[in-house]
């Protein structure tokens, strides 16, 4: 199983930005893929699980309302809008795989490599 994040970069408080993560290598109907992001000096956080074969969704609080978790069943994408961005905001961001709870409890199958997204002020 292989998870690749793109999308990431610099933009200035307010903006927004899409992730994108690209899933490969078996079936998920059974999975979830969440994002996760990690600042410096800081544990990483789960933000944003949705089950694959159904599309349910949960978020962490801090970003319901701001940031958009979806899938493509047909290109196998799960991408991450993000909207009103904070400084706060500031961190590597990874997307994940495996069982719902165990996403969301930040003990996925399979990590992704990250993507850098920074926030200016």
């Known amino acids: 199983v292989q998870l690749q994040a793109s999308g990431g970069g610099l933009v200035q408080a307010g903006g927004s930005l899409r992730l994108s993560c690209a899933v490969s290598g078996r079936t998920f109907s059974d999975k979830a893929v969440g994002w996760f992001r990690q600042a410096p000096g800081k544990r990483r956080e789960f933000l944003a699980v949705i089950n694959w074969s159904g599309g349910e969704t949960t978020y962490q609080p801090s970003v319901t309302g701001r940031f958009t978790i979806s899938r493509d069943n047909v290109k196998d994408t799960v991408d991450l809008q993000m909207n009103s961005l904070k400084p706060d905001d500031t961190a590597v961001y990874y997307c994940?795989?495996?069982?719902?709870?165990?996403?969301?409890?930040?003990?996925?199958?399979?990590w992704g490599q990250g993507t850098q997204v920074t926030v200016s002020s």
């Open positions: 994940a795989s495996g069982r719902w709870r165990a996403v969301i409890g930040a003990r996925p199958d399979y």
